[in-house]
Nanobody, 121 residues
Framework: QVQLVESGGGLVQPGGSLRLSCAAS????????MGWFRQAPGKEREGVLC????????YYADSVKGRFTISRDNGKNTVYLQMNSLKPEDTAVYYC??????????????WGQGTQVTVSS
């Protein structure tokens, strides 16, 4: 069965960095785009970044451009979200998602359980 397990969240000061990981299993990881989404308290879930099977990157959120990057290691069935220059407004539960196609044009079809990121001094 499909499993997506996020890790790497935590508490970080403004301006700090975190790297989230998402270990995937139960499907053909190499052939799926993968995305990161987030949901802040009281807000709807929003897309952050997506990486296609061919490693093309799509930004869903302009607010993270220049600060966040996404990468994948097909040998480890893992997708990463590197977050730099974190701001308090980045505080959210971050979710990894399997996209329903090889490109980021598809929507998320399976979610991980989420990992909390809190940016605060």
């Amino acid at each position: 069965q499909v499993q997506l397990v996020e890790s790497g969240g935590g508490l970080v000061q403004p301006g700090g960095s975190l790297r989230l990981s998402c270990a995937a299993s139960g499907f053909a990881f190499n052939y799926n785009a993968m995305g990161w989404f987030r949901q802040a308290p009281g807000k709807e879930r929003e897309g952050v970044l997506c990486i296609s099977s061919g490693h093309s990157i799509t930004y869903y959120a302009d607010s993270v451009k220049g600060r966040f990057t996404i990468s994948r290691d097909n040998g480890k069935n893992t997708v990463y979200l590197q977050m730099n220059s974190l701001k308090p407004e980045d505080t959210a539960v971050y979710y990894c998602a399997r996209v329903g196609s090889s490109s980021c044009a598809g929507g998320p079809v399976y979610w991980g359980q989420g990992t909390q990121v809190t940016v605060s001094s």
